[in-house]
């Protein structure tokens, strides 16, 4: 499993970095593949890029403390990608998954927040990783899936497709803002999902503001 969604980990800064947006007037803290951030009672906004991955966004709006994951579903082969189902929660991409999601809901209770109040955004799951990979669609159905069983209530969702998306959400209000990627900046996108994909590959093999939609 992936050390980044250790409490202590989930921290460093290959996992996120933080900036000042003098416009907004507000820092943003940018997470990462891997990556979790969660706070509370603070100004600011978190941030992310997605392609294949998935971010959901997650709050407790009377505690004021929300936060943010970035995950993609790990595969060993094309056969599993081919043939999983997101019921399978032995398989090491539901693992994976739902390991992503209990972290954050976890580190949310740890801050105040009430299991029975949060509510949920989820965006994410674009086809990115290759024509015929489909990672973006089985993550689509884990997560849906998870939610589902788990009964968290999904406020709103932006799944699937072709595009990648930019999302910025504010773990207080819990409101949140996408914009589609455009074309000329959809290989960094791809590109870090690509790198972040084959450390997954590794690790499995282990013991284990135009266009701007708001949400």
């Known amino acids: ?4 969604f250790n409490r202590k980990d989930s921290y460093e800064n290959n996992h996120f970095s933080r900036f000042y947006h003098p416009s907004r007037e507000k820092h943003i803290v940018k997470v990462f593949p891997g990556g979790v951030y969660c706070t509370q009672k ?12 998935i971010a959901a966004c997650i709050w407790d709006e009377q505690k004021a403390v929300g936060g ?3 995950f993609l579903l790990p595969f060993d082969s094309r056969t599993q990608l081919r043939s999983w189902k997101p019921e399978e929660v032995v398989s090491t991409a539901s693992r994976y998954g739902s390991f992503a999601m209990e972290i954050l809901i976890n580190e949310l209770i740890h801050r105040g927040a009430r299991r029975s109040a949060l509510q949920v955004k989820l965006f994410g799951g674009a086809q990115m990783l290759g024509l015929n990979s489909m990672v973006g669609e089985k993550n689509v159905q884990f997560i849906r899936s998870y939610v589902a069983q788990e009964r968290l209530e999904v406020i709103a969702q932006d799944l699937g497709g072709l595009e990648p998306r930019r ?4 773990p207080i209000s819990g409101k949140a803002w996408l914009k589609r990627i455009p074309f000329t900046e959809v290989h960094n996108v791809q590109h870090q999902e690509e790198k972040y ?12 503001d135009d266009d701007v939609e708001l949400f």
């Open 1 to 4: 499993m992936q050390r980044s």
């Open 42 to 53: 603070t100004d600011e906004i978190i941030a992310t890029g997605l392609g294949s991955c």
């Open 68 to 70: 943010m994951n970035h």
């Open 167 to 170: 999302v910025l959400f504010d």
């Open 197 to 208: 994909a084959r450390q997954l590959d590794k690790e499995s093999h282990r013991p284990h």
